[in-house]
Each structure stands twice: as C-alpha cells, then as structure tokens.
C-alpha cells in the first residue's frame, strides 16, 4: 500500500475529489444524475480515474478485515477501553475492578425500571450498556454461568460487551421476553415488550432469537432467527414472523425524538401515548391521515402542537389526562 | 524503508555508549517488562541513527542528547501502547467467537497487519469522522443510521465519509 512519496497536490485534490464522489454516490439518496455527473468526472482526466481506483483499492482492502473485528479494534471508544485495560494490567491492577452498580454480584437479582415519559441508562457490571425506554421495567440475574436480562415492560437499548469480569471463561448474555430468549453477539440492538409479541432490531453487529425458548419453557426448539445488523423480527411464543429491515429511527427514542415517515396518525399518537400518563387517543376519522416529521418524546405536549400546526387536526384536551387528536372543523 | 545514513554513525555510537544504560532505566519505567524496555532502546537508537537529518554530534554538539532520547523514546512507547491496545482489542474479539469461526494463525497475522495499516491510515482522524468510516465502511450501515448512531446531520455524515476517504487515500501513498 505504502509507496513512500508524498502526493503531489494535483493528485491529492483529485483523491479528495474522488472521495466526495464517491461519498455521494454512496448515499440512500444518489440519484441516476449524481452517476452521470460522476461519470462525467471519471471521464475528464487520467488522474481522476487513477484517483478513483486508489479509492476503489482502499474499499478493498477495507474488506479484507471482517466487520465485528474492525468495530470493536477500530472504533475510538472500543480501543480507549482496551488502551485503558492495558494500561491498567500493566500497572499491576489486574483487570477492571467490578461493579458501578453492587446489586449485579452472582446469583442476586434486582429490578431496574422507569416511569411514564422517564429515560434511564445503566452501566452494567460487565462492561455492557442498557437503556430502559419509558414505562419499562426488568429483573436482571446475573450469575456464574450466565448474564440474563429480563425484560418484564416496555423497550430497552442494549449495548452488549464481552464479559469483563475476570473469569475463566466469558459468560454468554441473554435478554428473555415471555416469547422467547434473544442470544446477542456484542450486539447493539432494541427490544420491545407488546402485549402480543417482542419485536428486535439490531443496529450492530448480531442477534439469534430463540422463540418460545425460556427460562420456564427450555425444552420449546424452534427455529432460531439470526438477525444482522440493519434487521429487525417480531415474535411470539409460536415463532418469528419474516425479517425486515429495522428502521432507521430504531434508537431515536435514545434522543429524546420519534421520527416517523409517512405513518398512519393513529400510530403515531399511539406512540406519543406511551410517553405521557393519561389517555392520549385519536379519533378514528383522522386515523389514517399520513404523518411524517421529527416529534419530541421529552415534550408531548410539543410533539401535539407540532402535529396539529402542521396537519388538519386539533387537539382537545379535556383534562390534562384525557386529551384527543380529532379533525379540525372546517378542514 | 528509509536509508539509514551512514556518516552519523559513528556519532550515534557516541550516544549510545554514554546514554544506553541511562536510556534502558528510563524506559524501564515506562513499560512493564524488561525485554519490551531493552526492544525499544534499541529502536531508539535505531530510529535516532536512520534519523532523516543528520546529526551533527561532533560539530555542534546535542545540547540536551538526553531530552533528545526521551522524545524519540517517548513516540516510540506511545506507539508501542497503541498497538498494544489494538492487539488487545483484537484478541478479544478472536476470544468471543464461537470455536469453529476462528480463523487460521495465518488469516489472523494478515488481520492484524492491516488493522495496524487501517489504525495508522486513520490516525488523526477526528474520532466522529473515523466512527462514521467504520459503520458505513465495515459495517455497510446506511447513512441515515449512520446520522442517528452519531447524532449528526446526513450532510454531516456524507462529508465524514468524504473527509475518511480521502484522508485513507492520502496516507496510504
């Protein structure tokens, strides 16, 4: 790769040229005219297809290394944490002492929860990261053999790192619904408890989803679903429903926004009903008038006031509990 | 490879006979064990002999050879810690997989060599820019993920992505 002579500056405007292109062409939205221009580019001069090829030799070799393992050694946080641990056994420290949090030593249990509208993180004791969602509650049991986290309400976030207490062997992690048992590789990915059935997507790296697979159920086989990155399944006791892609806004809610393109108001209200206490309803002739925008999840009462500025509805409110999204008189 | 120049030998010689063991000390406390401190003493030296300016030891003389030392050692650890992180990183992610997906000593060793070249190439990359790289690079995660993951707009993202590129690019001439 090296061939130790610095780019003289025509050939390096032309290779950042050649990576904005290419940056664009890349892009979900790249249109057939972008292509043509590009082309256009390409074709103008030698040295814009020279740079274009070193870029086509870097994604190349980018491709020799495998995507969990260029995650988790390339990625700024991922390596201060392995610099830090380093740095910690070379002073003689041993690995990283345990626990932010005393209530996760093995074999004790404990439920984590949050209220209506309420957003949690907690630092787990093995390095992984959980967020509960609103209105969310699960017991988490740790152990000797197993870390499992049991999601009894609600939506988590959960950030799995590979178990950093020291033991001899790493201890696989587990997030159980009462459909089933989800099996993560140091995944990043959300979990949602409804009352029919979980839905799971995942944002990095893997998942395997066992149905009707748990705790009280062991002997139930099957089949598992394996869920990469970008992928997301419903399921229940019975089985998972067909993958799909997860959405784009999966962890939105992590920002205190619900981002919704083109989705039935209905389903939407419903959403925001899960963010504030009381009954927030929508009445069934706007039901399934198109919504699409950005709406805050901290302030519904905002995210309300932007619907019906921007749609033909209005919102009544006749308590503070009890408010409905109806049709605006006249629209 | 850069040449090594051979006229400033003989003066690097002088360096070292009157600063190894002092070098070696200092390193000592640097690093934990004694093989890695007397590896990198002699990189030192190495690397002070293959020094792209000459020295001019005998003629205007280091006014501080020591200070001198401790800067080219202190990159060189610094370096050292770095790949040592890497290694780290990487071999916990070797011992995570499922027995029958390790890959070969052989596929592993080029792994590692290009995660090296990878780490280099990115170094100095603003770490939202380098994060961005590897979720649409290594990932293939889509740029609108790739906007919420970092909390940016898809703008934003696609110049990251540009900046990366390019950045890649221009150190791997």
């Not at chain 1, 380093?86 to 439920?111: F, K, P, W």
């Not at chain 1, 066992?210 to 062991?218: N, R, S």
């Not at chain 1, 089949?223 to 229940?236: E, H, I, K, M």
């Amino acid at each position: 790769m090296a061939e130790s002579r610095p780019p003289s500056s025509a050939e390096e405007s032309a290779v950042r040229e050649a990576a904005r292109w290419f940056a664009c062409l890349m892009a979900e939205d790249a249109t057939p005219r972008d292509r043509v221009d590009w082309q256009a580019w390409l074709d103008a001069s030698p040295a814009h297809r020279q740079a274009w090829e070193r870029l086509q030799k870097m994604r190349c070799a980018f491709s020799r290394v495998p995507a969990n393992v260029a995650t988790a050694v390339l990625t700024p946080s991922a390596r201060r944490r392995a610099q830090r641990r380093s740095l910690l056994s070379l002073m003689g420290m041993g690995l990283l002492a345990t626990g932010a949090y005393g209530v996760m030593r093995s074999g004790e249990s404990d439920i984590w929860q949050t209220a209506t509208g309420e957003l949690r993180q907690f630092q787990l004791d093995d390095g992984s990261q959980l967020y509960l969602n609103t209105a969310t509650r699960v017991t988490l049991d740790f152990s000797d053999a197993r870390r499992r986290v049991v999601l009894r309400a609600g939506e988590i976030l959960m950030q799995v790192h590979q178990d950093r207490t020291s033991r001899a062997m790493p201890r696989p992690f587990v997030v159980s619904t009462p459909h089933g048992d989800i099996l993560p590789q140091e995944a990043r990915f959300t979990v949602r408890l409804d009352t029919r059935d979980t839905r799971v997507q995942v944002l990095q790296q893997s998942a395997t989803i066992l149905p009707g697979q748990t705790q009280d159920h062991p002997s139930i086989r099957l089949p598992a679903v394996l869920l990469r990155a970008g992928q997301a399944v419903s399921f229940d006791a019975d089985g998972a429903g067909p993958v799909g892609a997860a959405s784009v806004d999966a962890q939105a809610w992590l920002h205190g926004r619900l981002v919704v393109e083109d989705r039935p108001l209905a389903e939407v209200v419903a959403e925001l009903a899960r963010y504030r206490p009381g009954i927030l309803r929508c009445d069934p002739a706007v039901a399934d008038l198109k919504v699409s925008g950005v709406f805050s999840l901290r302030d519904t009462d905002e995210a309300l006031e932007a619907i019906s500025d921007s749609f033909p509805v209005q919102v009544r409110r006749h308590t503070r509990y009890w408010v409905t999204v109806l049709a605006r008189p006249g629209a | 490879m850069k040449k090594c120049l051979a006229p400033t030998a003989h003066q690097v010689g002088g360096l070292y006979r009157e600063h190894h063991g002092w070098l070696r000390n200092w390193l000592r406390t640097k690093v934990r064990r004694a093989e890695d401190a007397d590896d990198l003493t002699q990189d030192t030296f190495v690397r002070v002999l293959c020094a792209a300016t000459p020295l001019h030891i005998d003629t205007s003389p280091l006014r501080e050879p020591r200070a001198y030392l401790a800067t080219v050692a202190g990159r060189l650890v610094a370096n050292f810690y770095r790949r040592q992180a890497l290694e780290i990183a990487y071999l916990e992610v070797l011992a995570s997989l499922p027995p029958q997906q390790v890959p070969s000593l052989e596929t592993q060793a080029l792994v590692r060599e290009a995660l090296f070249e990878f780490d280099r190439m990115l170094d100095g990359l603003d770490p939202k820019v380098r994060q961005a790289l590897v979720l649409s690079q290594f990932q293939g995660l889509p740029y609108t993920q790739i906007a919420v993951n970092l909390n940016v707009s898809l703008r934003t993202v696609k110049n990251y992505i540009a900046r990366a590129m390019a950045h890649c690019c221009l150190a791997a001439f």
